[in-house]
């Protein structure tokens, strides 16, 4: 899976995405430091089921570390988006096609209002307005791309005789579009519009606005009228880049986006004040720096997943060789049992018979699958 960190220039999109990542990226003060995408991977985090069932789990396409389970999720940083970027202003649009494949965006904003949409100084520019801004350039891009596809779709309807629904919606599918969504946007506005754009944008680019630089105060001012905007999270990528830099340096044991760290380490007058800055003015005041946060809420409250962990013996609770708890599957709210065993293998889907949960208890095609459910799926031999 993938999430696109996209924003104007100069929000700290790559300071966040660095803050997720520890990848080695540039960051400077000034518009277009990333040109370039940076692609890496980062984690969502859940308590592992290894807790309550008192095992020791021993995982392979996660990790796990005092209880608490990492699982990878690729994201994206690209370069800034400004006011008329589909018209061809700043670096244009055409960066956005390589976030196609996202399943949500995270819309770095700088909160403190000190830059304003094209990343530069203005004084008593209001953050709230780039919101708007980033949403219509979104809704553009998804524009030319949808009107694109709606004109080749009415060329093949008239020598295929397919409905336009069905052409424009395997036109568009690589942006996780479907029949249904495109009756939906249908219904409602005419598939060259802006409004048929917006309609698929909030489908299949949902975004989470994460209210960046609130250690400054005139962010944690303007984050008063910033939170009555849906999905969003105050931040600081700064801080939490600061502190898991600390932490990897041993200078600290801090958890991603937990409420507080413990100093380990000896620092110096000057690290020490830093980090108690952002125990202050970040954790104390909004409960974490709020990186982790604004990815565990886009997959799991705004994209709607849960963790679910199949092993092969619910006795073990293990895989064939033996490994405990070893994958987590990522899928929707909603997801049976039967819907489960297709989605690890369609030859376990085909040969599905049933499932143990870890009181032995038999479980059917379709049983909905809960958060933290660790299931042993039956097949026929
Ligand atoms: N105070 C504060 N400054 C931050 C924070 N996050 C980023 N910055 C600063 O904001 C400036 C821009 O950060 P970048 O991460 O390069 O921003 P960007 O959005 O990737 O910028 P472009 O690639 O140019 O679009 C840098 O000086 C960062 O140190 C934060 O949480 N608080
Ligand atoms: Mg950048």
Redesign the pocket.
């Known amino acids: 899976m993938l999430v696109g960190?996209v924003?104007?220039?100069?929000?700290?999109?790559?300071?966040?995405?660095?803050?997720l990542t520890l990848a080695e990226?540039?960051?400077?003060?000034?518009?277009?430091?990333?040109?370039q995408p940076n692609q890496g991977m980062a984690f969502v985090t859940k308590e592992c089921p290894c807790k309550k069932l008192h095992v020791k789990c021993s995982p392979k396409n996660s990790k796990c570390e005092d209880g608490i389970r990492y699982i990878p999720i690729r994201v994206l940083?690209?370069?800034?988006l400004v006011p008329g970027a589909h018209e061809g202003k700043g670096l244009g649009n055409q960066f956005l096609n390589d976030l196609t494949q996202a399943s949500g965006l995270i819309h770095?904003l700088?909160a403190?209002g000190k830059?304003n949409a094209e990343?530069k100084p203005e004084p008593g520019w209001d953050p709230e307005k780039t919101i708007e801004i980033l949403e219509s350039e979104i809704d553009e891009w998804i524009k030319d791309i949808a009107s694109k596809a709606f004109n080749k779709s009415k060329t093949i309807a008239k020598t295929q005789k397919k409905p336009i629904e069905r052409l424009l919606a395997d036109q568009l599918s690589g942006l996780g579009i479907t029949e249904d969504h495109i009756k939906k946007a249908m219904k409602e506005s005419e598939p060259d519009s802006l409004e048929f754009a917006s309609v698929l944008r909030k489908i299949s680019k949902p975004i989470l606005t994460a209210a960046?630089?609130?250690?400054?105060p005139e962010?944690q001012e303007n984050f008063h009228s910033l939170k009555q905007h849906a999905h969003t999270i105050p931040?600081?990528?700064?801080?939490?880049?600061a502190l898991k830099e600390a932490a990897k340096h041993g200078l600290i044991k801090y958890i991603p986006g937990s409420h507080d760290f413990d100093i380990t380490g000896s620092l110096s007058e000057k690290q020490k004040s830093a980090l108690e800055f952002i125990r202050r003015n970040v954790i104390e005041k909004y409960g974490s720096?709020g990186v982790q946060l604004a990815l565990n809420k886009m997959v799991f409250d705004v994209l709607n997943l849960i963790a679910v962990y199949p092993v092969a013996d619910i006795n073990k609770f293990s895989d064939s060789h033996g490994y405990v708890l070893p994958d987590v599957h990522l899928v929707q709210k909603g997801t049976t049992l039967k819907e489960l065993a297709y989605k690890i293998h369609s030859d376990i889907g085909d040969n599905f018979i049933g499932g143990l949960n870890p009181e032995r208890k038999k479980i059917g095609a379709e049983h909905e699958l809960k958060d933290g459910d660790v299931v042993e799926i039956l097949v026929k031999r």
Do not use: H, R
Not at 77 to 80: S, T, Y
């Open positions: 960190i924003g104007c220039p100069n929000s700290g999109k790559s300071t966040f995405f660095k803050a990226v540039e960051i400077a003060n000034y518009p277009f430091t990333t040109i940083d690209v370069a800034g770095v700088d403190s830059t990343g960046n630089k609130i250690d400054l962010a931040c600081s990528a700064d801080s939490e880049l720096t």
